[in-house]
């Protein structure tokens, strides 16, 4: 499995940048994609997540309304679109897929909103976001 983001840079406060994240060798339906971000000296933090099986959306209260996240199921591509950027959304941006088989077989999954960073198995290298006020 390998995930691979791009789209990260230098832009200015209330810009907008759109990240992308590629996955493969692994069954799209299966996981949901998540988008986090880690700032020097601080936590990773979940930003956004999207299961195409399921349409289930997840964002953070700090992005809501700001990020949009969307996915190119034919590509095994995830997207997120993040406009009025603010200079506290600079940090290191990752993807990671979550394994999330239960849809598709009928099982009854919890929502995102309850997946934490380290329920998601594999990570990508990270983009990164820098927003100059």
């Known amino acids: 499995v390998q995930l691979v983001e791009s789209g990260g840079g230098l832009v200015q406060a209330g810009g907008s940048l759109r990240l992308s994240c590629v996955a493969s060798g692994l069954t799209f339906d299966d996981y949901a994609i998540g988008w986090f971000r880690q700032a020097p000296g601080k936590e990773r933090e979940t930003v956004s997540s999207?299961?195409?099986?399921?349409?289930?959306?997840y964002y953070s209260h700090s992005v809501k309304g700001r990020f949009t996240i969307s996915a190119d199921n034919a590509k095994n591509i995830v997207y997120l679109q993040m406009n009025s950027l603010k200079p506290e959304d600079t940090a290191v941006y990752y993807c990671?897929?979550?394994?999330?088989?239960?849809?598709?077989?009928?099982?009854?999954?919890?929502?995102?909103?309850?997946?934490?960073?380290?329920?998601?198995?594999?990570w990508g290298q990270g983009t990164q976001v820098t927003v100059s006020s």
């Open positions: 999207f299961s195409s099986s399921d349409g289930n959306t």
């Open positions: 990671a897929a979550l394994f999330r088989p239960g849809v598709r077989l009928g099982v009854l999954v919890p929502p995102l909103s309850a997946s934490r960073p380290s329920d998601y198995k594999y």
